[in-house]
């Protein structure tokens, strides 16, 4: 299952930015999951210094460093990623046959084990995701009752959130307190995935915020338009001995085939797509374009010649750096 993603992040400056220093997570992962077969990153205007690096969570950064004096910023990615499903779902049915319980996974975890160190980051407060608040630990120990398997008890925690909430655009944004979520029960991917990493921590399993992008399908008879999709968020729940299960709460499915990972994080600031520092005055605004679809469906004349573009480009620069 072979994907192409276009993110396009534009900043609108009300005054002149004479300086800016910005960091760029959009590179998809490379894993047992998934493959990145091509990727691309477009910066306008030309960026002075560009330094990739990698995060302490194992995503591809990459440090944008601009001098030129500019009223807007324009970062493009573009990829191609091939979503590995036999290894996806091989790796899902081996997490669903794990018979590790809520209580034997808290034991392991007080232990050392060299295999459950990397996880344990997971598992703690961070910017925003509060720990240990009574109502929402009682919510996750509903589901983790004791000899329910963590495949099970996640599984049904995913269905409760899906259930229990209702997606509403405009209600929140990135800071609102993950409190206020369960209290109003409404939110979009972003508040369900803090939500439930907030749940799932406070009971003392590591989960981590996945980054990443979801393919959608238009309605029967429809053609999908170019830019259509966004940025989409869920969680990761770690199953000591066994490796970790994603789980989409937003929209109750384990992710196998349309979900592609951008990244890993404690929460969203770990993984925000575009950040950054400008040296200027006035208020900014952000328009954000992304379109997600699978390379055989590309169909319409604007689609081809924006991927005809992309795929000759990637052509050019491989055969610079041969």
Request: net charge negative.
């Amino acid at each position: 299952m072979i994907y192409t993603i276009f993110h396009e992040t534009i900043f609108h400056y009300q005054g002149t930015v004479t300086f800016s220093h910005n960091i760029a997570r959009l590179k998809p992962k490379e894993g047992v999951e998934q493959s990145l077969l091509d990727f691309r990153l477009d910066v306008e205007p030309n960026a002075s210094e560009i330094h990739v690096f990698e995060d302490m969570f194992g995503n591809s950064n990459h440090h944008l460093l601009l001098r030129e004096p500019h009223t807007e910023l324009k970062v493009t990615g573009r990829s191609k990623v091939r979503r590995n499903i036999d290894q996806i779902a091989a790796a899902v049915a081996h997490l669903r046959s794990t018979p590790m319980d809520y209580a034997e996974a808290l034991q392991r975890l007080s232990g050392f084990h060299p295999k459950d160190i990397a996880a344990k980051q997971f598992l703690f407060e961070s910017e925003l995701i509060p720990v240990g608040i009574d109502p929402i630990r009682d919510y996750a120990l509903e589901s983790f009752r004791p000899k329910r398997t963590l495949f099970e008890a996640g599984e049904e925690l995913m269905g409760r959130i899906f259930d229990d909430f209702e997606f509403e655009s405009g209600f929140s944004d990135i800071t609102t307190p993950v409190e206020i979520i369960f209290e109003e029960k409404k939110g979009v991917c972003q508040d369900f995935a803090h939500f439930a990493l907030s749940a799932l921590r406070s009971i003392g399993l590591p989960a981590r915020y996945v980054s990443g992008y979801i393919e959608t399908i238009p309605p029967e008879g429809e053609e999908k338009l170019f830019g259509a999709d966004a940025s989409h968020a869920w969680v990761s729940l770690y199953i000591p001995g066994a490796g970790w299960l994603d789980l989409d709460p937003t929209n109750n499915v384990i992710p196998i085939e349309q979900h592609i990972v951008l990244g890993h994080g404690r929460d969203y600031h770990d993984i925000s797509p575009l950040k950054g520092v400008v040296r200027s005055s006035g208020s900014s605004h952000l328009s954000v374009m992304v379109d997600v679809r699978r390379s055989a469906e590309i169909e319409t004349p604007v689609q081809q010649r924006q991927l005809q573009f992309f795929d000759e480009e990637l052509k050019q620069q491989q055969n610079q750096n041969q």
